[in-house]
């Protein structure tokens, strides 16, 4: 098994996750222009708000289901690997490491 960031940085590209920005990025807006709008318009202004923390709460509860989804599936291929020939090694390292500080080398 060989480590590739690819699927890692392919994430950042994926269109849920564009989307999400961008409305992370309305709702900026729309909290720096809170000031400016005029009374009769504030109401409507925060349901837009309320409505796009709403939408963004969805897609970060997609995105965790999605990543626990993941964890179970790499979980059930750790399972499968088997570790004996590298603890082996390891543990001969180590030996190797206290016979050597223990002949003062």
């Not at 720096?32 to 409505?51: F, R």
């Not at 993941?70 to 543990?91: H, K, N, R, T």
């Amino acid at each position: 098994m060989v480590y590739s960031p690819g699927p890692m940085e392919d994430r950042n590209d994926a269109p849920d996750r564009r989307e999400l920005d961008e409305k992370v990025g309305e709702l900026e807006q729309l909290a720096d222009s809170l000031g400016d709008v005029p009374d009769e318009e504030l109401v409507g202004t925060l349901n837009a708000a309320v409505e796009l923390l709403g939408e963004i709460n969805a897609g970060i509860e997609a995105r965790l289901d999605a990543a626990g989804t993941e964890s179970q599936e790499i979980g059930g291929l750790l399972e499968g690997v088997d570790f004996g020939p590298f603890d082996e090694a390891l543990e001969d390292v180590e030996r190797r490491e206290r016979a050597s500080g223990e002949s003062g080398v």
